[in-house]
């Protein structure tokens, strides 16, 4: 589809299927002067919002999406920065806070500073697989009222990175504080293709609300998805959308001017978003070999996912919970005292001593739990599952091997 509406001539091609010369003809008609050349609408072309509107209807069980809620953006970094923007005024005197579970997406931290605003970081809980804890929400809640005025509640599910996914019940108990608190949610669910973990399962938080019904169901929430996560994998090409539900109609049209300064959104990645909200449906030319590729990325991310969790824990020092969703594990990892000593020396972060350590022995590149943020005292890392099954079997028996010889220098 993208080659199709990035080179025309390719619609003369007879190997290219009619579905998906369909789809890009659609795509170019919504286009002015059907080019994606051409500048779309600052909230992006007509007729890909009114696909993802029914791509949520579709995934939601039928409860209604409205396409004028949908904006597309470059990712979902550049829809959760534009509404993150319309919340930065300070309130009596005091800057706007935002919640962020803590490990958090550097997104976040970023673009709180970046805007002048208060970041509000809630520990996610390690002991019950990274869930989300009411009683730590209303205790960074209550502290964090005495120096800012928060607005903004952040959850990321599944979780980067952290690779939990929450249970309907959390998430009924997380909608439930927001809305007593009168928090605008904005609900990071770019990989709810990437749920791996048996007895788990992708809730949408507007699924959730509509379904608990008034008056959860006219709470204001912002969700987020991307073409960079899932088994797309489409990073660089940035497409993605936000659902804004339930925002007040002024608000609603400053935002949308907000984005009009922006002129619009790539193009070509919008036509990769169309793609993942419009897939190939049963009886086209295109479906099985989609369902078929589909099912085999995601089913070797769940054996890979398997896989890292099982290898860390057989590590002594190591502890990880299980790789729920998404692409990352974050284990903990106890360093010894020696080690410890060492880090100070060297004037490092204990985790990040030890991922310089790594990097030089092994050529393997892990982030240190410091970048994401962690309880004191305590060190992880986070590491993807994405390399390939083979290279990473070699990668994790380097990893192994250089964790011993570690222990041994600093025992």
């Given at each position: 589809?993208?080659?199709?509406?990035?080179?025309?001539?390719?619609?003369?091609?007879?190997?290219?299927?009619?579905?998906?010369?369909?789809?890009?003809?659609?795509?170019?008609?919504?286009?002015?002067?059907?080019?994606?050349?051409?500048?779309?609408?600052?909230?992006?072309?007509?007729?890909?919002?009114?696909?993802?509107?029914?791509?949520?209807?579709?995934?939601?069980?039928?409860?209604?999406?409205?396409?004028?809620?949908?904006?597309?953006?470059?990712?979902?970094?550049?829809?959760?920065?534009?509404?993150?923007?319309?919340?930065?005024?300070?309130?009596?005197?005091?800057?706007?806070?935002?919640?962020?579970?803590?490990?958090?997406?550097?997104?976040?931290?970023?673009?709180?500073?970046?805007?002048?605003?208060?970041?509000?970081?809630?520990?996610?809980?390690?002991?019950?697989?990274?869930?989300?804890?009411?009683?730590?929400?209303?205790?960074?809640?209550?502290?964090?009222?005495?120096?800012?005025?928060?607005?903004?509640?952040?959850?990321?599910?599944?979780?980067?990175?952290?690779?939990?996914?929450?249970?309907?019940?959390?998430?009924?108990?997380?909608?439930?504080?927001?809305?007593?608190?009168?928090?605008?949610?904005?609900?990071?669910?770019?990989?709810?293709?990437?749920?791996?973990?048996?007895?788990?399962?992708?809730?949408?938080?507007?699924?959730?609300?509509?379904?608990?019904?008034?008056?959860?169901?006219?709470?204001?929430?912002?969700?987020?998805?991307?073409?960079?996560?899932?088994?797309?994998?489409?990073?660089?090409?940035?497409?993605?959308?936000?659902?804004?539900?339930?925002?007040?109609?002024?608000?609603?049209?400053?935002?949308?001017?907000c984005i009009s300064a922006q002129l619009c959104p790539t193009t070509a990645g919008q036509a990769v978003l169309d793609c993942v909200v419009n897939p190939p449906r049963k009886g086209e030319p295109s479906y099985e070999q989609f369902e078929k590729e589909k099912a085999s990325v995601l089913e070797s991310l769940?054996?890979?996912?398997?896989?890292?969790?099982?290898?860390?824990?057989?590590?002594?020092?190591?502890?990880?919970?299980?790789?729920?969703?998404?692409?990352?594990?974050?284990?903990?990892?106890?360093?010894?005292?020696?080690?410890?000593?060492?880090?100070?020396?060297?004037?490092?972060p204990a985790d990040t001593f030890y991922a310089f350590q790594l990097l030089e022995e092994t050529g393997i590149c892990i982030v240190p739990g410091s970048g994401f943020g962690q309880r004191p005292g305590t060190y992880h890392f986070r590491t993807t599952i994405l390399p390939q099954p083979e290279k990473l079997?070699?990668?994790?028996?380097?990893?192994?091997?250089?964790?011993?010889?570690?222990?041994?220098?600093?025992?």
């Amino acid at each position: 589809v993208l080659g199709l509406v990035s080179y025309p001539p390719l619609f003369n091609e007879p190997s290219i299927p009619a579905d998906a010369k369909q789809r890009a003809r659609a795509i170019l008609d919504g286009c002015k002067g059907g080019s994606v050349g051409s500048y779309s609408d600052s909230a992006g072309i007509e007729v890909i919002r009114r696909h993802a509107a029914e791509y949520i209807q579709r995934r939601d069980g039928g409860i209604p999406a409205d396409w004028q809620n949908i904006i597309l953006s470059a990712g979902a970094s550049g829809g959760i920065k534009v509404l993150m923007a319309l919340l930065r005024c300070p309130i009596n005197g005091k800057k706007p806070g935002v919640m962020i579970p803590i490990p958090q997406y550097p997104l976040y931290s970023a673009t709180i500073a970046e805007f002048d605003m208060e970041q509000i970081g809630y520990y996610l809980d390690e002991a019950n697989k990274w869930g989300l804890d009411i009683a730590e929400l209303e205790r960074s809640l209550k502290e964090a009222r005495k120096t800012s005025a928060p607005r903004i509640l952040v959850v990321i599910n599944p979780g980067n990175p952290t690779g939990q996914v929450l249970s309907r019940s959390n998430i009924e108990d997380i909608i439930k504080f927001a809305q007593r608190e009168r928090l605008v949610l904005f609900a990071d669910e770019v990989y709810q293709d990437n749920v791996y973990e048996n007895g788990s399962q992708f809730h949408s938080f507007k699924k959730v609300m509509m379904e608990m019904g008034e008056p959860y169901s006219k709470m204001e929430l912002c969700s987020f998805m991307s073409c960079s996560k899932g088994y797309m994998g489409e990073c660089g090409i940035r497409g993605g959308y936000a659902e804004i539900v339930n925002l007040c109609p002024d608000v609603r049209t400053m935002l949308l001017k907000c984005i009009s300064a922006q002129l619009c959104p790539t193009t070509a990645g919008q036509a990769v978003l169309d793609c993942v909200v419009n897939p190939p449906r049963k009886g086209e030319p295109s479906y099985e070999q989609f369902e078929k590729e589909k099912a085999s990325v995601l089913e070797s991310l769940r054996e890979r996912a398997e896989l890292v969790a099982r290898t860390f824990n057989s590590i002594e020092g190591f502890s990880c919970n299980p790789v729920q969703g998404a692409m990352y594990a974050f284990p903990q990892i106890r360093l010894p005292a020696k080690a410890l000593e060492a880090a100070k020396k060297d004037g490092k972060p204990a985790d990040t001593f030890y991922a310089f350590q790594l990097l030089e022995e092994t050529g393997i590149c892990i982030v240190p739990g410091s970048g994401f943020g962690q309880r004191p005292g305590t060190y992880h890392f986070r590491t993807t599952i994405l390399p390939q099954p083979e290279k990473l079997k070699e990668m994790l028996g380097l990893f192994k091997s250089f964790h011993e010889k570690f222990l041994q220098k600093y025992k």
